[in-house]
């Protein structure tokens, strides 16, 4: 059962052939030449129901992004009528994992068709079009996870190709923005500024578990913001204490507001080896835009035999996460997709504990290692090179917790390891400490994307930091030059000026 439906989710949908206008072959074979899968573009533009010349780049693009669109809302529509046929739990939480993942993916898709006319830049569009991408791997993951996996028997996915042709056709040259010195990012708004700066911001609504709140539980507190009127900012207080429940968060412009690190506890204890998969794992799970939280601690306590347990997954984008904690073991912290960033926080974990496709940026903050036989510290999930994805970790400290640190002479722990082929991860101005493999980083398997990965090390400190006997991998990188390790600070990496002030919270927009 479980071939036939992972065959059916991938199959090439062929188009019929009495539809006989289109555009012309010169310009499908002159413009398909052009992108990454020259096949998909040319089968699905050559019988696309039009036969106006394509009158250059930006048509190109929408055009492309449409038919992608396309081909997702069929691929969802098919996916949603095998429902009733997955016959055990396993099969169902990974049909149903898919089924919102495409469902994202058709919303990003809807966003990028014509990103200028939505007030939004070329770089917003990527953002979008590499969240889109992510999404499906995602959906293929969750197989994975359950051992549903048979590589033989999966046909290439034209959907999947068919947004990387768009990732191709609307990338972005690099270009260095505006330094801000101290401060939030620009896309962080001035009300959400003053919401982070303030001592005491006003909530909307309280959660408290001693009934002293509007709600015991966030779940409901959650509900009731979704009965909200406008879509500003509202602001959820979460006071002390440790609430057990699964939170999974869709609307816009939510903040959670915590009464601190080890005071106000979320936690959950779903795991890959309970029974679910990764994504579906994490105790708060967020995918509304402009997420905010603050003083809390998100915790999976699933143990380090249980496998991949998310304590927090992020696929919101223009998120931010002041003074928070992320404890668990493998896969802690799932940076799942979109530009997010984190600010004096503590994350702990073993293996690939920080991992996911976004575009990161972790500052000042606390990255601890618990004791288990090999640790790796990140995992980054770039699956194609236009992507323009990666985690950056910016002026942190990287140290044993506790149970490890009278062990840690006798355990490998390493900076990461190569999830996906176009895994791009930079350490800068960090201090390591002795717990860091001379190595650097370890291998995923074999020589797998050891050529394509992007690497990086700049201006580290400590005695993890020597870069003397590092790997001499193809794509790992000693960062010597200023403005090539700024491609990877907050103003550049997720254009942080334009979103981060706006949030209060305070950041380093350069090196």
Not at 9 to 24: A, H, N, R, T
Request: a positive charge; one cysteine or more.
């Amino acid at each position: 059962m479980a071939i036939r439906f992972y065959s059916t989710l991938y199959l090439v949908i062929c188009l019929s052939p009495l539809i006989i206008f289109g555009y012309s072959p010169n310009d499908v074979k002159t413009w398909c030449s052009q992108t990454p899968h020259p096949q998909p573009c040319e089968s699905f533009l050559s019988h696309n129901p039009n036969n106006i010349p394509i009158k250059g780049k930006s048509q190109f693009f929408k055009i492309s992004t449409q038919l992608a669109l396309d081909r997702a809302i069929l691929a969802h529509t098919n996916l949603y009528s095998l429902g009733s046929k997955c016959q055990n739990a396993h099969e169902k939480a990974a049909w149903a994992d898919c089924l919102e993942l495409y469902d994202y993916t058709i919303q990003k898709l809807n966003k990028s068709i014509d990103p200028v006319t939505n007030g939004a830049t070329q770089n917003d569009a990527q953002s979008w079009l590499s969240t889109a991408l992510t999404n499906l791997e995602t959906c293929l993951a969750g197989f994975v996870d359950l051992a549903f996996s048979n590589n033989q028997l999966m046909p290439s996915n034209n959907v999947s190709n068919l947004i990387s042709n768009t990732l191709s056709i609307n990338k972005v040259p690099y270009t260095s923005q505006p330094e801000y010195k101290q401060g939030f990012p620009t896309w962080v708004k001035p009300g959400d500024r003053k919401l982070l700066q303030s001592s005491s911001p006003k909530a909307d609504i309280v959660v408290a578990k001693d009934g002293s709140g509007n709600y015991k539980t966030i779940n409901e507190a959650i509900s009731a913001a979704s009965k909200r009127k406008g879509s500003g900012r509202y602001v959820i207080y979460v006071k002390a204490g440790s609430y057990k429940e699964n939170v999974q968060i869709k609307l816009n412009n939510i903040m959670l507001l915590g009464d601190g690190i080890g005071k106000t506890i979320i936690t959950g204890s779903k795991s890959v080896g309970g029974g679910t998969t990764t994504f579906n794992s994490a105790t708060v799970a967020v995918v509304g835009d402009g997420f905010i939280a603050q003083g809390i601690t998100f915790e999976n306590t699933a143990g380090p035999t249980s496998g991949q347990a998310v304590a927090l997954r992020s696929g919101s984008d223009l998120s931010v996460f002041y003074k928070c904690s992320f404890e668990g073991n493998q896969d802690t912290l799932y940076v799942h997709s979109e530009r997010q960033f984190y600010r004096e926080c503590d994350i702990y974990g073993t293996v690939d504990f920080i991992f996911g496709n976004a575009a990161v940026v972790i500052q000042n903050s606390n990255i601890y290692v618990h004791n288990h036989k090999t640790n790796t510290v990140t995992a980054q999930g770039r699956t194609d090179p236009n992507q323009n994805t990666g985690i950056s970790i910016h002026n942190c400290k990287v140290t044993a917790a506790s149970d490890l640190k009278p062990v840690q002479s006798s355990v490998k722990t390493y900076l990461g390891r190569p999830w996906k082929q176009y895994s791009r991860t930079v350490f800068m101005k960090t201090y390591l400490d002795s717990l860091i493999n001379p190595a650097g980083w370890m291998e995923w398997s074999g020589d797998f994307a050891l050529k394509t990965l992007y690497y990086g090390e700049y201006m580290n400190t400590g005695p993890g930091a020597s870069t003397k006997n590092r790997v001499s991998w193809a794509g790992y990188h000693v960062i010597t030059s200023a403005s090539e390790a700024s491609k990877f600070s907050v103003g550049n990496f997720i254009a942080g000026g334009s979103w981060l002030p706006a949030t209060n919270v305070p950041f380093t927009s350069g090196l």
